[in-house]
């Protein structure tokens, strides 16, 4: 059960800030590098893990050496706005496994996809066959990332 209003100290920031950068270390490389025994440290990783501030332990791969190399951001506009229909295709599109992020946003477009393929064939594929399929779209706009400058999971 998450505390409310819970902020982190300083020595659970460190803690997040190592794990963010290699979440392999043991606890005890963790606690030396903060300077706390590894009793404490573990408890405060734990503590950090059931409030959900640590949400997940995950793995960064390189996603063009699993032939994932081209990147899209797409911007997508409802035909219609309301709780239904957003809701169907907020339903829809988090079922495609293309879409490795998807965001709700404001200004002209209602949604933001970062969407991996292959390639262009497999991206124009995607889009016709699943992404244009899926009920209320009314306008979308497709962004094609030439090079990658940061990718960062890395928050603090």
Do not use: W
Not at 91 to 115: H, P, R
Request: aromatic content about 8%.
């Amino acid at each position: 059960m998450a505390i409310e209003n819970y902020t982190p100290d300083e020595k659970d920031l460190s803690i997040l800030r190592i794990l963010q950068k290699d979440a392999k270390l043991s606890v005890r490389d963790i606690a030396t590098r903060i300077n706390l025994s590894p009793t404490p440290t573990h408890e405060r990783i734990k503590r950090m893990e059931k409030q959900g501030i640590i949400k997940e332990y995950t793995t960064v791969v390189d996603r063009k050496k699993v032939n994932k190399g081209m990147m899209v951001i797409c911007m997508i506009a409802l035909n219609v706005h309301n709780k239904k229909t957003a809701g169907q295709f907020i339903e829809e599109v988090g079922k495609l496994k293309e879409v490795v992020e998807f965001y709700n946003i404001s200004g002209d477009f209602d949604f933001m996809l970062k969407i991996l393929a292959p390639n262009m064939d497999e991206f124009h594929e995607f889009f016709v066959n699943k992404l244009s399929e899926i009920e209320g779209i009314g306008q979308t706009k497709s962004i094609f990332v030439m090079n990658s400058i940061k990718e960062s999971s890395q928050i603090l």
